[in-house]
């Protein structure tokens, strides 16, 4: 199984709502990745968890709140978004890490989330 | 800084032309390159990748990208493109040993292909 799965495909969120995205992979990998992506741009680095540990939070607002429940699972919880959180988020998967050289990441097919 | 250029951001050409895409970094040291494509409305796949070994590379649909150690370089090529390229095309890098678990991407090209 080479996929990286994303739930739920699109997301239509008020600004005082909770909602949360989730993914999964089953490759065995030990890093897990949030990105945002906006139209036409690259994807942004938000959150990197290696061995289930948050490694990396690239000076992300508190409203996005990552979790790593297990080796297979990522969510990412919302609340209190605004209009210009809307986007394309991303999860990405990859071997671990520190020293390998074969850091290939696996992308799901994103979330798009809309915030009114 | 240490960064992923991508030049000439949008490109408009026929059916049946070639293309090429520009890619250079700035790292130094050993560094895995990709290139990956994102068509309208869709999500990112991966074109090709390299990782050592023989510098030209083999990708899908067609894609093909040379790695230039001497000059940071690793550009994307199709020989005849289709309308179905029409999309966004991103270089990224995973820069040398210390920073594995990051990917620079370069800003990307938007190509359209006209029928």
């Known amino acids: 199984d080479t996929e990286v799965t994303q739930t739920p495909k699109h997301l239509v969120m008020g600004m005082t709502n909770k909602k949360s995205l989730k993914c999964e992979q089953h490759?065995?990998?030990?890093?897990m990745y949030w990105y945002k992506q906006k139209a036409k741009k690259p994807p942004e680095l938000m959150f990197v968890y290696s061995y289930e540990k948050l490694s990396i939070n690239e000076s992300v607002p508190s409203r996005f709140s990552p979790e790593c429940p297990n080796s297979s699972l990522l969510n990412l919880h919302l609340h209190a978004l605004q209009p210009e959180d809307s986007a394309l988020y991303l999860c990405?998967?990859?071997?671990?890490?520190?020293?390998?050289?074969?850091?290939?990441?696996?992308f799901g097919p994103g979330t798009r989330l809309t915030v009114l | 800084a240490q960064s992923v250029s991508q030049h000439n951001h949008h490109v408009i050409l026929s059916e049946a032309a070639s293309l090429e895409l520009g890619c250079n970094y700035s790292y130094g040291g050993t560094v895995n390159l990709f290139w990956y494509v994102q068509y309208p409305g869709q999500h990112l796949q991966l074109l090709l990748k390299y990782f050592s070994g023989d510098p030209l590379v083999k990708g899908i649909k067609g894609f093909e990208a040379e790695f230039i150690k001497s000059k940071f370089s690793f550009n994307l090529r199709k020989p005849s493109v289709q309308w179905s390229d029409t999309a966004e095309y991103f270089c990224?890098?995973?820069?040398?040993?210390?920073?594995?678990?990051?990917?620079?991407f370069g800003k990307g090209n938007q190509v359209v292909v006209i029928p």
């Open positions: 990405a998967s990859s071997q671990d890490g520190f020293g390998q050289r074969y850091n290939e990441q696996f």
């Open positions: 990224a890098v995973n820069p040398p040993l210390g920073g594995n678990n990051r990917l620079a």
């Open positions: 490759m065995g990998h030990r890093a």
